[in-house]
């Protein structure tokens, strides 16, 4: 229990980033080990050993390893639940997993960087940008009954830790966020906390000097 954890990561991973914001927020002291996707490294011997999904984000903590951003999020928060990113009431917490379901189930996994390679290259950023602003459609009309400062109410919770990244992915396909004016509150909010400014593709250590901010 004593040994700090370790997150397999990728500068660019929207999922990874969702782990990264979680750690952050909750101020967990963590090792990051970074895979290179574009590369191919997560395909090599010794990673898939470890962690047979070869993708990542993959944790290995408290003696356990474990894929699957989700599943990291769950781990955390019922391992570590102070600055809780669930709320205590029930259909608040419903509310936010079904946001969660909203983006890592049905927007990122149709624009991830497996699925654009099927596609010819000219294709692959128009592809993306109607996947992300369809899903970002549904979120938004989500968050008309739920959003207060952040995606449910006014406390940072797990749905934020996957809008955020997600909403990277939007920018970088140059996604028009004009319709999303929810959307784009909580980003701004949730810009303002340092676990989110932390977690930011272009503050990891992998990110390339030319893309930094």
Not at 19 to 30: E, M, T
Request: neutral net charge; charged residues 25%; proline residues 7%.
């Amino acid at each position: 229990m004593d040994a700090i954890p370790v997150l397999y990561t990728y500068f660019r991973s929207s999922s990874a980033a969702r782990v990264r914001i979680a750690l952050h927020y909750k101020g967990i002291s963590y090792e990051s080990r970074p895979v290179n996707l574009s590369a191919g490294e997560h395909l090599g011997e010794d990673y898939t050993r470890q962690n047979p999904e070869a993708q990542v984000p993959f944790m290995l903590i408290d003696g356990n390893a474990i894929g699957q951003s989700i599943a990291i999020l769950e781990y955390l928060e019922e391992t570590r639940p102070e600055r809780p990113l669930l709320p205590r009431d029930p259909a608040q917490r419903a509310q936010v997993r079904a946001i969660v379901g909203a983006i890592c189930c049905d927007i990122q996994p149709l624009q991830k960087l497996r699925m654009l390679k099927t596609l010819p290259e000219d294709q692959r950023a128009e592809h993306a940008r109607k996947v992300i602003a369809h899903g970002l459609e549904i979120v938004e009309k989500m968050l008309e009954k739920t959003a207060g400062e952040f995606c449910v109410g006014n406390n940072v919770t797990l749905a934020d830790c996957c809008l955020i990244p997600q909403l990277g992915n939007a920018h970088r396909f140059g996604v028009d966020m004009s319709p999303f004016p929810r959307v784009c509150a909580v980003e701004a909010n949730a810009g303002a906390l340092d676990a989110f400014r932390q977690s930011h593709w272009t503050q990891q250590a992998d990110c390339p000097p030319e893309l930094r901010k």
